[in-house]
Every structure is written in structure tokens, then in C-alpha cells.
């Protein structure tokens, strides 16, 4: 399993965070294990990294919904 400074670079991301053995929690400790959802691929990556990309990406779909319902309620 490597360590991927920002996960495996498949957009949008969508992980799952696997448990990892005591030993690994240890070494790393602020790094977490997930699997990509999109390659399958195990990567351990900064947890603050991974947690402010979905957080990113929520807020872009959040303003991508905005956009839209803005376009709908004035229509040209
Ligand atoms: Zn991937």
C-alpha cells in the first residue's frame, strides 16, 4: 500500500477508509487507509487532506445546485 499525498487522483474522489492494523496506526498516525472507489486502489493519505477534498467537493456541488435553481427560477 503506498502513500498518496492526495489519494489516487480519480475525480471526483469517492473513498472508503479501510481499518488498519495496530502496527500501521503507530507508525502513522496521522494517515488513514482508503480504497478508491472508482480504481480500487488501497492508499494511506493524510486524513486533513482527504477530509478538506470531500468538503471541497460537497461545496461544489452545493454551488453547482445553487446555479441551477438560479437558472431555473429566471429563465431568459
Ligand atoms: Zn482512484
Same mark, same amino acid.
Given at each position: 500500500?503506498?502513500?498518496l ?23 502513522l498516525?496521522r494517515? #488513514?487507509?482508503? /480504497?478508491?472507489?472508482?480504481?480500487? %486502489?488501497? &492508499?494511506?493519505a493524510?486524513k *486533513? ?8 467537493? #460537497?461545496?461544489? /456541488?452545493?454551488?453547482?445546485?445553487? %446555479?441551477? &435553481?438560479?437558472?431555473?427560477? *429566471?429563465?431568459?
Amino acid at each position: 500500500m503506498k502513500i498518496l499525498k492526495s489519494g489516487c487522483g480519480c475525480a471526483p474522489l469517492a473513498v472508503d477508509r479501510l481499518r488498519r492494523r495496530f502496527w500501521m496506526r503507530l507508525l502513522l498516525p496521522r494517515h #488513514r487507509a482508503y /480504497r478508491c472507489r472508482h480504481c480500487e %486502489r488501497g &492508499f494511506l493519505a493524510s486524513k *486533513s487532506i482527504i477530509e478538506a477534498s470531500l468538503a471541497a467537493q #460537497r461545496e461544489e /456541488r452545493f454551488l453547482d445546485l445553487q %446555479r441551477l &435553481f438560479i437558472t431555473m427560477a *429566471s429563465p431568459p
